[in-house]
């Protein structure tokens, strides 16, 4: 569940786990070290390492504000605390990009984003425009997986296999002040929904950019947008997604004028990676936190952060129901050696997008580790929930005993008290499970773990294991091999390797149709390895790479028909100074001709960061 910091997070933590283990982490919990930072997310280990001991503690000599309303502050706010305020005391042990780091994670978004950001202040306007219409009326790519069934398949492609060699830039959009760009792009009736890191959503024109509206959100979004239209109104049609805080929005797709929002989740660490899934007039949010990131620092009560989907109603934002991963609350356990309280069972985040089984009236998720000894049943697990009431239909573990905290690497007598006794390896489901028809008219449900194991499981049978196959063939593997997950066609899974390259499996067994190595090249040549999600079309499969190079591979022999480096500067349709750079989470939206990509995932510090989305059009 380390994934809870972001869903990048957890992604992270699979990146970052070599490196730690080099740099004999030890003593993390009682001090923070500059090696410790990790991009964009460490602010929330700092927090952890540095402040919990008074905020977060109800024992405190001086009452402190709780975590969760530090959270409500603005990024300045945070900032002049801890420089010229009531922490600057506190904030003296830390260097001054430590202090911005702590309040922009603590704050879910940059400091000084908000001017800039705004549509009204940007050059490149759309005049009128098509009128918004029914998404379904034109080819799309809604939300995450392209369907309910997550398989991040594009059948309309207007770009196929032979002209994928001819895709040329048409356009680049710039994130003012950006440092990630980790939303997948949603393309519906001929307009681009994305969010930023920079805690602005927007929506453009697929075959311009020009911008139609901007929306101001309360935290960074880096999930998947998803367009619906809204039970009791036809013709109007809503923007779903969620934030760095736990909540989600509905906007007018239209306009960009809030139509709800609701808080999820009321943990601190709590936040929304995977994108929620709509389907039917409600959404299901996978709910995920950051608290696994330095829940090893010996002032910080570990752990109380337990993963969770919550279906709304997507007219109103109402709660219909949440289930917990874990389901009982955490309780009270020991005390460590500063009297700090331990609490567990806790972990188990979610943080991949659901998968809708309309069939079965079920949707299926994969859960992360569990930070708490002994470690829970539904830790490590693919998941599934009845549609309407959220019970649990059943539960297929795959790795027992993975309790896992970030900063528990050294040697077992050097770790924080926090640390489970016997560190798990990591091993989450961060990829969202896909569901596909064999020819044979059987349903399969394609699970992939960070461990390399790709499940198929049966999903009329409980989830019975149909098979198991691990995609590297070497040893020892990187951790993890896989992260954000693959696509899948009528014949093949197709996955990014972290170790660099592409293999395909057949849905029917599991068999290995072909593997491509890619090397990292250029300046970032040690940048190497695919943890970015896969794209398929007919024909072709499309992955980025952490170098910042993107790929097209024939999907029938895995041969390379396309690569294009976006890890450079852009001259971009709003003015803005944009550079491309690692691939993370999100994968191509390809629809109508074009393909459409964030590129510069800068959240693990090992990574190349950026603020730009590109489209490509075939020439
Ligand atoms: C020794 C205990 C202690 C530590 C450590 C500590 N704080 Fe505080 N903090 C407090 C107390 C007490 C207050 C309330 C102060 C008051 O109201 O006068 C506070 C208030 C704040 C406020 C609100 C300030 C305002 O003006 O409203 C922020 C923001 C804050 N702390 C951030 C942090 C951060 C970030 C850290 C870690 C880098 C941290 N604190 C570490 C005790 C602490």
Redesign the pocket.
Same mark, same amino acid.
């Given at each position: 569940m380390r994934m809870g910091r972001s869903g990048i997070a957890l992604l992270l933590v699979a990146f970052c786990a070599c490196s730690a283990i080099a740099l004999g982490q030890g003593q993390s919990h009682s001090s923070y070290k500059a090696e410790d930072r990790l991009g964009t997310e460490s602010g929330f280990g700092?927090?952890q390492l !540095?402040? &919990? !001991?008074?905020?977060g503690n109800p024992g405190?000599?001086? +009452?402190? +504000?709780a975590p969760s &309303? #530090?959270r409500q502050?603005a990024p300045e706010?945070?900032y002049? *605390?801890?420089t010229t =305020? &009531?922490?600057k $005391?506190? =904030?003296r042990? #830390?260097s001054d990009e430590? !202090?911005r780091r $702590? *309040?922009e994670s603590?704050s879910g978004r940059p400091l000084g984003g908000a001017q800039p950001g705004d549509a009204s202040n940007m050059p490149n306007h759309c005049a009128g425009g098509l009128p918004f219409r029914d998404p379904l009326a034109s080819p799309a790519w809604n939300g995450w997986g392209a369907d309910p069934s997550n398989s991040r398949f594009q059948p309309a492609a207007t770009v196929s296999a032979e002209q994928a060699p001819r895709l040329k830039l048409k356009w680049a959009f710039g994130y003012p002040n950006g440092v990630t760009a980790a939303s997948q792009p949603t393309i519906v009736s001929g307009r681009v929904f994305v969010g930023t890191d920079i805690a602005y959503v927007y929506s453009l024109d697929a075959a311009t950019g020009c911008v139609y509206w901007s929306f101001r959100t309360k935290a960074s979004v880096r999930n998947a947008i998803s367009i619906g239209e809204i039970a009791g109104h036809a013709g109007k049609y809503a923007a779903y997604f969620g934030d760095a805080k736990a909540n989600v929005y509905a906007l007018d797709a239209a306009t960009g004028e809030l139509l709800w929002t609701t808080h999820v989740e009321d943990h601190f660490t709590a936040r929304i990676a995977g994108a929620p899934t709509l389907h039917a007039g409600r959404l299901y949010v996978p709910v995920s936190s950051f608290e696994e990131f330095n829940a090893d620092a010996s002032?910080y009560p570990c752990c109380t952060f337990r993963g969770s989907v919550v279906a709304l109603d997507a007219a109103t934002g109402r709660q219909i129901w949440k289930t917990y991963v874990i389901p009982e609350e955490p309780k009270p356990t020991r005390k460590n050696s500063t009297g700090t309280q331990l609490f567990a069972p806790a972990g188990a985040s979610v943080w991949n997008s659901p998968t809708v089984d309309v069939e079965a009236h079920a949707i299926y998720f994969g859960t992360g580790d569990s930070e708490t000894e002994p470690a829970v049943k539904t830790s490590d697990s693919v998941m599934a929930l009845d549609m309407d009431s959220g019970k649990l239909l059943w539960n297929f573990q795959a790795t027992e005993n993975d309790a896992y905290i970030r900063g528990c690497w050294g040697s077992p007598k050097k770790r924080s008290e926090n640390c489970p006794r016997t560190l798990g390896p990591d091993w989450d489901f961060g990829a969202s499970p896909i569901l596909r028809k064999l020819g044979n008219g059987h349903r399969v449900l394609i699970a992939a773990q960070k461990s390399g194991n790709v499940f198929a499981l049966d999903p009329d049978r409980q989830g019975a294991l149909l098979w198991k196959v691990n995609v590297e063939s070497k040893r020892p593997r990187p951790n993890p091999v896989l992260v954000w997950g693959g696509a899948a066609d009528a014949q093949n899974a197709y996955f990014g390797l972290t170790s660099g390259g592409m293999v395909a499996l057949r849905l029917e067994d599991g068999a290995r149709q072909w593997f491509t190595p890619m090397v990292a090249k250029g300046a970032s040549r040690e940048r190497k390895g695919m943890a970015a999600a896969a794209t398929a079309i007919p024909g072709a499969v499309f992955v980025g790479g952490w170098d910042g190079r993107l790929h097209a591979l024939s999907s029938s022999d895995g041969h390379e028909l396309w690569e294009y480096n976006t890890a450079r500067q852009f001259t971009t349709v709003n003015h803005v100074t944009a550079h491309g750079g690692s691939f993370g989470a999100p994968g191509p939206a390809i629809v109508g001709g074009m393909l459409f990509v964030a590129s510069g995932y800068g959240v693990f510090g090992n990574d190349l960061p950026g603020n730009v989305l590109l489209a490509f059009s075939v020439e």
């Open positions: 700092i927090f !540095r402040c &919990t !001991r008074c905020h405190a000599a001086k +009452p402190a +504000p &309303t #530090l502050l706010a945070i002049d *605390a801890l =305020g &009531t922490m $005391v506190q =904030g042990s #830390l430590e !202090r $702590v *309040a603590l002032d």
